[in-house]
């Protein structure tokens, strides 16, 4: 079963304009990482936060944790074409289980040029 | 540096059959993950493997088995194939180091469709 839910599925919008995307997730995580996936082909990771940060930033992205709304958010500023896509963010647990990554179902982001 | 490979990239396989997936590591990785993404959905962890062992699974059936090779690749067996295992398959590697923030690199996929 999937450990997270992610807000919005879909997302539309202009080129130049911010998008952000919310996930939640269910139990306590020793860090939270978000890909990116193009036509159902392979992940590329974007940005991962440990769940002691609370916010990270990595070119046009940045991230935010929320260890006790169990949630978190990424946004991309300034927004491309090239930024169509699947976002997922994913979960790895506290205990034992190194390289499991759980996975969201996924926001879908159209960026119109 | 060649990143993650899987091959094939596309599979067409009937009800009851058996199917082998192969994935060759990130050159340096030593540990390779698979995951199954239905359409729509989002990946979810089949196995692990690392020194040839599998180290961690999830919840999935008997009828999905895996081999890691002392070079690291891996294949991935599905035997008894149901319409349910249609979906995209993906291999990801990282370099064990006991840390659960070792980033993982995915493959293309290969996507199996089962008649």
């Known amino acids: 079963s999937q450990q997270g839910e992610e807000d919005p599925q879909a997302l539309s919008i202009q080129e130049g304009e911010n998008a952000t995307m919310n996930c939640s997730y269910k139990?306590?995580?020793?860090?939270l990482q978000w890909y990116r996936q193009n036509s159902g082909r392979g992940l590329v990771h974007l940005i991962l936060i440990r769940s002691n940060e609370r916010e990270k930033h990595s070119g046009r992205l940045r991230v935010t944790l929320d260890t006790s709304k169990k949630s978190s958010s990424l946004l991309i500023t300034a927004s491309r074409a090239a930024d169509t896509a699947s976002y997922f963010c994913a979960t790895v647990g506290v205990s034992g289980n190194t390289g499991k990554l759980i996975f969201g179902q996924g926001t879908t982001l159209q960026v119109k040029p | 540096d060649a990143g993650v490979t899987q091959s094939p990239t596309h599979l067409i396989k009937t009800r009851g059959q058996q199917v082998t997936l192969r994935c060759s590591p990130k050159?340096?990785?030593?540990?390779v993950s698979w995951y199954q993404q239905a359409l729509g959905q989002g990946p979810q962890f089949i196995f692990q493997y690392y020194e040839e062992e599998e180290r961690q699974r999830g919840n999935f059936p008997d009828r999905f088995s895996g081999h890691q090779f002392p070079n690291y690749s891996s294949e991935l067996n599905v035997n008894a194939l149901l319409l349910g295992d249609s979906a995209l398959y993906l291999c990801?590697?990282?370099?064990?180091?006991?840390?659960?923030?070792?980033?993982?690199?995915f493959g293309p996929g290969t996507r199996l469709t089962v008649l």
């Open positions: 050159s340096g990785h030593d540990t």
């Open positions: 139990t306590s995580i020793n860090n």
């Open positions: 990801a590697s990282s370099l064990f180091q006991g840390s659960s923030t070792d980033t993982q690199y």
